[in-house]
């Protein structure tokens, strides 16, 4: 698949999601949990810079803010630009609270400038994960670390699962292994620290620069 085709299937899937992604029920109460698990992991502190990587309408964002009294400075990204209007519509009074449309291939931020990166449920969309590595690399402080919560595709029932995605949603990519995300930050200059498991199926993976 073209790159230009997989960025508009991407835009276009989660422009429709906007309007419904603040929802209830179950879904959104799974996709919270999960994010909710990923900050625990973090340690935030006041005064850190925290960026999320595909935020959605950026509620881990504001979770993350909550946690540390909104000191610091807190950054989404993501491809869809109603997913993006919507962020900015929600933290409106905030003024250190900041969402960009943009690609998670070449993220528009400083070198150096992150404590926490998360990613949750969105990195097996990522067409170029090398690239997604890489950037994370760069807009990370030294000492900082990333947290990525995705299906680990590390027993059979995932692999199944990602077959089948791949057939049915064009969007889709991959589930890696906890090894291929050890390879995936190796290579790209992170050091891997561990994965800690929210499921049988998810895990997150903690890798710092």
């Not at 999320?52 to 979770?63: F, L, N, P, R």
């Not at 995300?181 to 998810?202: P, R, S, W």
Request: glycine share 6%; net charge positive.
């Amino acid at each position: 698949m073209k790159e230009s085709e997989h960025i508009r299937l991407n835009e276009n899937k989660w422009d429709s999601w906007a309007p419904i992604a603040d929802g209830k029920g179950w879904k959104f109460d799974y996709l919270r949990k999960g994010q909710n698990h990923v900050l625990s992991l973090t340690g935030i502190k006041e005064n850190m810079n925290f960026l999320d990587i595909g935020c959605g309408t950026g509620w881990a964002v504001g979770q993350a803010a909550k946690m540390v009294n909104n000191k610091g400075l807190f950054y989404g990204v993501d491809i869809s630009p109603k997913m993006i209007e919507k962020a900015k519509e929600n933290f409106i009074s905030f003024n250190n609270f900041h969402f960009i449309k943009a690609n998670s291939e070449a993220i528009p931020l400083d070198n150096d400038f992150f404590d926490i990166i998360i990613c949750t449920n969105s990195f097996h969309h990522y067409l170029h994960p090398e690239k997604v590595m890489k950037e994370i690399h760069r807009v990370l402080k030294k000492g900082g670390r990333v947290y990525i919560l995705d299906p680990i595709a590390d027993n059979w029932l995932i692999k199944l699962v990602d077959k089948i995605m791949r057939l049915i949603e064009p969007e889709h990519v991959k589930m890696y292994s906890s090894k291929e995300f050890y390879v995936l930050m190796e290579n790209a200059g992170i050091i891997y620290i561990c994965c800690d498991k929210t499921n049988k199926q998810h895990k997150v993976q903690i890798g710092e620069k």
